[in-house]
């Protein structure tokens, strides 16, 4: 295919020697996107000069957007849409272009749908164009009524297409958490913040309703699955475990970037696009922003990005810290956990059902009373919710299991040994002051307590 073409170049009546070149270029050669600029270059000319009004932000008319081999067109009214259309056919005709009828269409920015016997009627050589309420222009889902709720959704599907792929080809190898959390972050978080920095401005930090949406509720489960517990656990407890912050923090610091990006290029209709929405501040994504990260006085250097980066982290540390404190599960996992970083034993045992035992009893995901009794089936008051695994009438909670329940004790007395002699002054601590321990906060009993966990777990089933 690349053997008998030849080529040169010319410049000012003079030309270069022939050189061998295939029809067209190779593929991913940098030469090829301006060709095809220099090709359609008369198009562009052709529709801005056309009579029909484009589309107008901050007095600037914008008629067509052209990215590679898509093109756009725009119109405020129906006449001037089908001129550009028209416009289009000829110039694919005289070009010698075909159009892929099959990926064109017609999409009607209206917050209410018309009906269908009043849909409008474009056609483009020869054929009607059909008219679509949503469209995937550059990987994202394009909504007619405007908002981003479709092309959230779409993304968290591909993330979790590409998750669930790459966990079927490494599950067998039980790879450490930290991979997959670099994994997650390398591969899978780019396709599900893709496009963020305009759709993610619009839940302004409220971390109750950003729970609820598709992108975080996907990096739930990412942090649910890794750590092998039910996707009803407990979501402040299962990011902490992990170090992990809610993704909206992420789209925070990317949003911010790019309000500095649009402002620095003030030549580009992405800039007048700015200065239309600095008009209605009810309605411009990046107000809240601006206002609490004081966008508008400082150039976005990579100081200022580490800022935003600390500032909302520390916010969200102090919001976890409210919301466990009031919460009644989590009464464990307060005594426990005494920091926001990847918990040590998940790094230390490597496997991964002693682990999730482990995990299990941390963040309260386990079938202890004190738990099964909160359930709507079998709920009882606190009081009520007794170990049925030994006779002391005591509230079968994580504390009771580990410690006092007759049933392990045994099992108890075999391993507190075991605590003793990497902690000797282990039996003098009062029992809530042993569960830190027993459940793998401290480094050096990591191991000891993952199989005293387990083997207790084990007699219970």
Request: net charge positive; hydrophobic share 35%.
């Amino acid at each position: 295919m690349y053997d008998s073409n030849k080529c040169c170049v010319k410049i000012n009546n003079q030309r270069t020697s022939y050189f061998k070149q295939a029809k067209g270029v190779r593929q991913g050669c940098s030469l090829s996107p301006l060709l095809f600029n220099l090709y359609i270059n008369d198009l562009t000319v052709n529709l801005e000069n056309s009579k029909f009004p484009g589309l107008t932000v901050e007095r600037r008319e914008i008629k067509c957007l052209l990215f590679a081999d898509d093109l756009l067109l725009l119109s405020p009214t129906e006449e001037g849409l089908q001129e550009s259309l028209s416009i289009l056919e000829n110039y694919s005709k005289n070009w010698n272009l075909n159009i892929n009828a099959e990926k064109t269409k017609l999409m009607i920015f209206q917050k209410k749908q018309r009906s269908a016997r009043n849909k409008y009627m474009f056609s483009l050589c020869g054929e009607r164009l059909c008219q679509v309420t949503k469209y995937n222009y550059l990987g994202l889902t394009i909504s007619s009524s405007g908002n981003f709720d479709l092309a959230i959704k779409d993304l968290a599907e591909k993330a979790r297409k590409a998750y669930y792929a790459i966990r079927r080809t490494l599950h067998q190898f039980n790879p450490p958490v930290r991979l997959w959390l670099k994994i997650f972050d390398s591969t899978i978080k780019p396709i599900l913040l893709y496009g963020s920095e305009i759709w993610g401005t619009k839940y302004k930090n409220n971390y109750d309703s950003w729970d609820k949406s598709p992108t975080e509720i996907f990096h739930l489960e990412f942090c649910k699955n890794i750590l092998g517990v039910h996707r009803h656990a407990s979501n402040l407890a299962c990011r902490a475990e992990l170090g992990r912050f809610p993704l909206l923090m992420d789209i925070d610091k990317r949003a911010s970037k790019f309000y500095h990006h649009l402002k620095s290029e003030q030549d580009t209709c992405h800039y007048n696009a700015l200065l239309e929405m600095v008009k209605y501040p009810e309605r411009d994504p990046f107000t809240y922003l601006k206002t609490k990260y004081d966008l508008n006085e400082m150039d976005m250097t990579q100081a200022k990005a580490k800022l935003i980066e600390k500032e909302t982290k520390e916010e969200y540390y102090h919001y976890w810290l409210d919301k466990i404190e009031h919460s009644n599960k989590l009464n464990c996992f307060q005594k426990i956990k005494n920091n926001y970083e990847l918990a040590t034993y998940l790094t230390e045992i490597k496997e991964f059902k002693q682990r999730k035992c482990v995990t299990s009893y941390r963040i309260i995901d386990h079938s202890l009373a004190i738990e099964t009794g909160r359930h709507r089936q079998t709920w009882l008051p606190k009081e009520e919710r007794l170990c049925e695994q030994c006779n002391e009438g005591a509230v079968e909670d994580e504390l009771h299991f580990l410690t006092v329940c007759s049933k392990y004790s045994s099992i108890r007395k075999h391993y507190f040994e075991k605590f003793r002699k990497v902690l000797p002054q282990f039996y003098l601590l009062e029992n809530e002051e042993k569960l830190p321990y027993l459940l793998g906060e401290c480094r050096d009993c990591i191991t000891i307590a993952a199989q005293y966990v387990s083997d207790c777990h084990k007699m219970r089933k």
